[in-house]
């Protein structure tokens, strides 16, 4: 805008924020970098969940789900995780805002549970299903980056080898044009989307991993089928009944990672499977509103 109307953008944003905006006058000014409070914004539904929002630094976040990321979103933005910090914060909301809150949805960390039962005990706690689905990729992914590593130390050996008779290494290439650590590279993308989604080149790429990788293809499908049991059960005992299929899938396939999974599931199962699945719970991060909306 300074450029626009020819004059100096600096001073028209000290102009603004230190005489226009109110900013130096706002009642919550002497706390903001620690904590600021919206109480005005709680509703029925609400999510907990830690964000990173600048220089590494972790907040914990509590905004109003029912307004999927509009204005009024936020309700608490406070510096850190820590329970005694959280909750010394959250408790000054007024306790009538705090038990008008019927379902909070947090991830599986020990602090948010018990900062959600401290500040919000008539709530209702459930686990969403973004950290339940991100375990399990988490869990494709780390098989991947093992098969990755394998393939770096076994080039490393044919270069060395190579040059100890006096030969240039040429890694071989699949028939897409990619050496195997670079399959094992790229493929970190499709692996986390429905097959239904992939583009031509992913699904190619797919099909020489889980040709060079079969256990990469079973944990990717065993990933996808527990997402399948939020996006296509509408009631509970349906959805537990799947969950004990995934679970033993999961225990036939003998992956260390998805083993890790399924306990954390099984810790939390109540809270996951709290409410009927067809109410879709969604991260805190999709519901973050833009900048300057409060």
């Known amino acids: 805008m300074g450029t626009l109307f020819g004059i100096d953008g600096e001073l028209l944003e000290r102009q603004y924020r230190n005489h ?19 109480e005005k914004n709680i ?21 109003n789900k029912e307004k999927r990321g509009t204005a009024g979103s936020i309700i608490a933005i406070i510096k850190g995780t820590d329970v005694k910090t959280v909750t010394s ?11 008008q809150v019927r379902e909070i949805t947090l991830d599986m960390a020990p602090n948010m549970e018990q900062t959600a039962r401290i ?24 098989m991947r980056v093992k098969a990755r ?34 399959l094992l590279a790229r493929s970190i993308y499709l692996l986390y989307k429905k097959e239904s989604l ?47 299929r995934w679970y ?3 225990d036939k396939s003998g992956f260390l990672a998805f083993g890790r999974v399924a306990r954390s599931i099984q810790t939390h199962y109540l809270e996951i499977i709290s409410v009927p699945l067809k109410s879709r719970q969604i991260n805190i991060n999709q519901t973050i509103p833009e900048k300057g909306k409060n």
């Not at 919550?28 to 600021?36: G, M, S, T």
């Not at 500040?119 to 973004?130: L, Q």
């Open 119 to 142: 500040c919000f005990p008539a709530a209702r706690r459930v686990t969403d299903r973004f950290h339940v689905q991100k375990l399990a990729y988490e869990a494709v992914q780390d």
């Open 43 to 63: 509703g029925a539904y609400v999510g907990i969940d830690e964000v990173c929002l600048s220089r590494g630094e972790l907040y914990t976040i509590l905004i």
């Open 198 to 244: 992939w583009t031509e080149s992913q699904r190619v790429r797919a099909g020489i991993l889980f040709r060079e990788y079969p256990d990469i293809k079973k944990a990717y499908y065993l990933s996808m089928r527990l997402g399948l049991i939020y996006h296509q059960c509408r009631h509970k005992d349906v959805a537990l009944t799947r969950l004990d």
């Open 149 to 182: 590593w394998e393939a770096l130390d076994e080039e490393s050996v044919q270069i060395a080898y190579a040059k100890a008779c006096g030969k240039t290494y040429h890694a071989p290439v699949f028939e897409n044009g990619d050496s195997r650590k670079h």
């Open 20 to 38: 226009l905006s109110g900013y130096l006058k706002w009642d919550q000014l002497p706390h903001a970098e620690e904590w600021i409070l919206f």
């Open 248 to 250: 033993d899938e999961v």
């Open 89 to 99: 914060i959250l408790l000054k909301l007024s306790r009538r805002r705090r038990f």
